[in-house]
């Protein structure tokens, strides 16, 4: 299973570009968690911490595919330089306000210039491996292993964040993926020679925006649904940790969930699958609600952990199908700007889930996060089912490089 991946980091700038990109994207597990745990303990709400943070998703999701469509025009340097010094300049606002309980209006406003300008640090990646690897395979391999390193951020980023938020201050946990931001961006973007050349404007070839596309339009609209179920389990958790006495392993609890997605995504990135994408799309979505369900039924901290650790084997693959039916219903040329919209789709469910499941946590306890999350995953299965048709007619020709995306900083649970 190892050798396929090392095979691919020989390439030269292969593993520079790829660690520095781990860092950069430290606060995809981090910030989500950070603003819950900050808001909620300095402010006493966990709606208004759902909010804010819906906030600082909504934003990023809105700007994320505008930002990679000025990528693809002037090059990843000159966009992002700017763009992730104004993230750090919004993400120390938000930490200012918060530590001196400043106005709720300043926190939401902080939040939405941070994610506004945050962008995609995966997406910028995953081009590099494009532009550096041409076998189908490779790329495959490749887009795996991005995923999977998300997942490690995943399982290390919301128990970092949290062991600081409660030990050491509350704005702690969002101070080191300020400075993974700046510093892993900046390294990132420093080195030129795997950076995507620009992609030179045809006149023969006018701009079609992407969500035209009725197959794009129902990839979209289940990955909201998936992102939703995702938003509400990252606030569901923190509250039934704290009802249990223990909040200070929530983000444990959520690290589990992450480890599950990481084991499932490094093992299917080094195989090359011979079934129809759309079908071990579908087969994801419905394994992923099934396991969601079973949150209803859990009493313990142990339990919620094994729950989440073998339900989060079909985080991964499903995120890594959805991303992959991309490229079978957009150009070519805008394979970036169509990945950046369904980690808006993602992001746009994240921060409804997260905002309702605050909503129903302050009114009726951890539970009423846990039934936003069961009702999320049925919605997301019902979305797959009504899709089926189109998905399977639309990669009828199969492309054996599927594509994966990182879903945005809060694209995860």
Not at 149 to 155: G, N, Q, T, Y
Not at 307 to 332: K, S, Y
């Given at each position: 299973m190892?050798?396929?991946y090392?095979?691919i980091l ?30 909620s ?7 208004l ?7 600082y ?9 505008q930002?990679a469509?000025l990528v693809?025009?002037?090059g990843?340097?000159r966009?992002?330089?700017?763009a992730l ?12 306000t918060?530590?001196?309980e400043?106005?709720t ?8 210039l ?9 997406a910028?990646?995953?081009a590099r491996w ?20 998300d997942?490690?951020?995943?399982v290390?980023g919301?128990?970092?964040a949290?062991y ?5 201050v509350?704005?702690a ?10 510093v892993?961006?900046m390294?990132?973007?420093a ?5 995507p ?6 006149p023969?070839?006018?701009?079609r925006f992407?969500?035209r ?5 129902l990839?979209?609209v289940v990955f909201?649904?998936v992102?939703?179920?995702?938003g ?7 509250a039934?940790?704290e009802?249990q006495?223990?909040?200070s392993a929530a983000?444990?609890?959520?690290g589990?969930f ?8 490094l093992?299917y990135g080094a ?24 949150f ?17 084997f079909a985080?991964?693959?499903t995120?890594?199908n959805g991303?992959g ?6 150009p070519r ?16 469910g ?31 299965v ?14 009828a ?6 594509t994966?995306l ?8």
């Amino acid at each position: 299973m190892i050798q396929p991946y090392r095979e691919i980091l020989a390439h030269p700038g292969a593993r520079a570009f790829s660690s520095a990109g781990v860092l950069a994207r430290l606060p995809i597990s981090m910030v989500g968690i950070g603003i819950i745990l900050m808001v909620s303990e300095v402010y006493g709400s966990y709606g208004l911490a759902g909010r804010v943070s819906a906030a600082y998703v909504i934003a990023h999701a809105v700007c994320a595919p505008q930002l990679a469509r000025l990528v693809d025009r002037r090059g990843q340097a000159r966009v992002m330089r700017p763009a992730l010094v104004v993230a750090a300049v919004g993400l120390t606002g938000l930490v200012l306000t918060a530590s001196a309980e400043g106005p709720t209006p300043a926190l939401y406003a902080w939040a939405v210039l941070a994610g506004a300008t945050t962008g995609s640090i995966g997406a910028l990646v995953r081009a590099r491996w494009s532009h550096l690897l041409s076998d189908p395979r490779g790329l495959h391999t490749a887009y795996s292993l991005e995923s999977a390193l998300d997942e490690m951020l995943f399982v290390i980023g919301p128990v970092l964040a949290t062991y600081l938020a409660t030990t050491v201050v509350p704005s702690a946990g969002l101070l080191v993926p300020l400075v993974g931001l700046l510093v892993g961006g900046m390294l990132l973007l420093a080195q030129r020679a795997t950076e995507p050349p620009r992609i030179e404007r045809d006149p023969a070839q006018p701009h079609r925006f992407v969500m035209r596309s009725g197959g794009m339009v129902l990839v979209a609209v289940v990955f909201v649904a998936v992102g939703a179920m995702l938003g509400a389990t990252d606030v569901a958790t923190v509250a039934f940790a704290e009802e249990q006495g223990a909040k200070s392993a929530a983000g444990a609890i959520l690290g589990t969930f992450a480890l599950g997605s990481m084991i499932s995504g490094l093992g299917y990135g080094a195989r090359h699958w011979l079934s129809p994408l759309w079908l071990r799309f579908a087969i994801g979505v419905v394994a992923l609600a099934a396991g969601v369900s079973l949150f209803l039924l859990v009493t313990s901290l142990p339990v919620l952990a094994a729950v989440m650790f073998v339900t989060g084997f079909a985080i991964a693959p499903t995120i890594i199908n959805g991303n992959g039916l991309v490229q079978h219903f957009v150009p070519r040329r805008q394979l970036t700007e169509g990945l950046a919209w369904l980690g808006t789709s993602l992001g746009l469910g994240l921060s409804a889930g997260a905002s309702t499941a605050g909503a129903l946590i302050d009114r009726q306890g951890a539970h009423g996060g846990f039934l936003v999350v069961v009702g999320a995953g049925g919605g997301a299965v019902i979305a797959t089912l009504a899709a089926l048709s189109t998905l399977r007619s639309g990669t009828a020709v199969q492309d054996p490089a599927p594509t994966t995306l990182e879903p945005g900083p809060e694209v995860h649970p």
